[in-house]
């Protein structure tokens, strides 16, 4: 992250969204309101991780860059330095883009 120094508690990572494509694959020019959010973005802060029930430390499986595909109504949209993150839990994250 750019100026803040905000690092996200337990198992949840801050996500950047990435901007969906703006024709179809027909050509079409998609209107800004009939865009859907896309359910893809980058990995800008991890958390340190969970822990189970004996307390030991399960770190999170994904680092900063990756890019990973999450459900369209997770995480909870925040603004940092001007900039539109998310803020879910690793579990919302359904899998890492290679």
């Known amino acids: 992250m750019a100026k803040s120094t905000f690092r996200p508690l337990h198992d949840r990572v801050v996500v950047k969204r990435i901007d969906a494509e703006e024709k179809s ?3 079409i020019i998609i209107p800004d309101t009939a865009k859907e959010k896309p ?4 990995i800008v802060a991890v958390g340190p991780g969970g822990r189970d029930e004996a307390g030991k430390l399960i770190p999170i499986d994904l680092k900063v ?3 990973v595909l999450f459900g369209k ?3 909870t949209e925040v603004k940092l330095d001007g900039q539109e993150l998310l803020i879910m839990k690793e579990s919302d994250i359904m899998g890492v883009l290679a």
């Open 39 to 42: 359910s893809q973005g980058e």
């Open 65 to 67: 860059g990756d890019r």
């Open 73 to 75: 109504w997770s995480g």
């Open 25 to 27: 694959k027909g050509g």
